[in-house]
């Protein structure tokens, strides 16, 4: 197959995937599109190393996810966290519920290694699908390995409808006491929010440099030496303590921002997110090659078994939380099940159940200001920090 061939062929089965997800709105992710597209493409007419063929072979891949993860670090800082402290403790105790139902629930269905590979996709995306099914290659759990890609790829049906159900009974809940003049009202839009979104022009530490010499060169430059600084520390700490390049990268990227090395989000200002992106995906669902219709009947069981426990887990563990921090059961399932997806979708749901709740303006601002702050921070905490850490401590355990 020729090179631009595979590449256009692989970039159709993601379109095809984005559009059936906007077309539903979310209620069909577009990963699980994608996904059943390149096991058909793997069953039918695609060539084994049809993702090698297109350009992302496993080194490039690699690449990408170092740049990627620093790319994740700039998007939190210590000021937005401490102001959603209750939001963390909730999608924190979230993920502990879904550890805690795997294992205590998991381990009398399944064994050892499967809940270790579960665990890490489900609770986050696409670079801790990554890890575990790296991981699982390297120790010759094959099976595992397209285990990790596929509860990744099916575990938005359970995060989509479940997170529009108590959104909506909490926007609901919301409207009702705002009519009744018994809500106290809110600032539009969060600081949380607006410090989320707000887009740095440039890092401190090179404020005095004319914007005509920040190039995209110079932004990727930046992200690969600190990307190195991560790789170096793990390579020097290996003596003492194993510690995942990758995690590393997530707490650099963070401090990088902190001092003022790099912007928020570099990698989108330096044109190269969606090429990254798009370049992950492709090596996710290059795992899917190895997936024959026998392994995915065999992965059936434990793919939904695992998904049903560890939701009840969530649950159980968030209603507890939410009760304690007085936050209600509503909104606490809602900022955990942001594991299942993290962002964008985090965005999307909330603000299209928001559009449907009512089409008064100044009701929809209320409503904003109260459910988006808690849902972008929880998809931040629990798929950008929690779920990468864990892939690094999990993958130790295959």
């Not at 998991?106 to 609770?123: E, Y």
Request: hydrophobic share 55%; with cysteine; charged share 15%.
């Amino acid at each position: 197959m020729a090179q631009m061939l595979a590449i256009a062929v692989l970039l159709f089965a993601l379109y095809i995937g984005e559009v059936v997800s906007i077309r539903t709105k979310a209620w069909i992710p577009s990963i699980f599109i994608s996904g059943v597209l390149f096991l058909l493409g793997y069953w039918t007419f695609f060539p084994p190393d049809i993702v090698a063929i297109a350009g992302i072979p496993a080194a490039v891949a690699v690449l990408l996810i170092y740049l990627l993860i620093v790319n994740m670090g700039t998007l939190l800082s210590l000021q937005e966290l401490k102001k959603q402290w209750r939001t963390i403790l909730i999608a924190i105790s979230g993920i502990l519920g879904i550890i805690a139902a795997l294992f205590g629930i998991g381990l009398l269905l399944f064994d050892f290694q499967t809940i270790v590979v579960a665990i890490p996709p489900l609770v986050g995306g696409l670079v801790s699908a990554l890890i575990m099914s790296e991981g699982a290659t390297a120790a010759g759990l094959p099976t595992l390995a397209v285990f990790a890609i596929v509860i990744y790829v099916m575990q938005g049906f359970a995060g989509y409808p479940l997170t529009s159900i108590m959104l909506k009974r909490e926007g609901r809940n919301l409207l009702e006491r705002y009519r009744n003049n018994d809500l106290p009202e809110q600032k539009l839009v969060s600081e949380e929010t607006s410090e989320l979104a707000e887009e740095v022009k440039e890092p401190r530490l090179f404020a005095r440099m004319p914007a005509k010499y920040d190039t995209d060169f110079f932004k990727f430059l930046r992200l690969a030496i600190v990307g190195y600084l991560a790789y170096l520390t793990s390579v020097l700490a290996a003596p003492l303590v194993e510690i995942s390049p990758f995690v590393l990268c997530l707490l650099f990227g963070v401090i990088g921002r902190s001092v003022g090395f790099l912007e928020r989000h570099p990698l989108q200002k330096a044109n190269g997110f969606g090429f990254a992106i798009a370049g992950l995906l492709l090596y996710i669902f290059d795992g899917l090659k190895n997936a024959t219709p026998s392994m995915m009947l065999e992965l059936l069981y434990p793919l939904i078994a695992c998904i049903i426990i560890g939701v009840a887990g969530m649950y159980l563990f968030s209603f507890i939380i939410g009760k304690i921090l007085k936050v209600s059961k509503e909104m606490a399932f809602a900022v955990s099940l942001t594991a299942l997806y993290g962002f964008p979708a985090d965005y999307i749901i909330t603000v299209e159940v928001i559009n449907a709740l009512t089409k008064d303006e100044k009701e929809r601002e209320v409503l904003t200001g109260y459910m988006l702050p808690p849902m972008l921070v929880g998809g931040f905490i629990t798929v950008t920090i929690v779920s990468v850490v864990l892939a690094g401590i999990f993958v130790g355990f295959l």
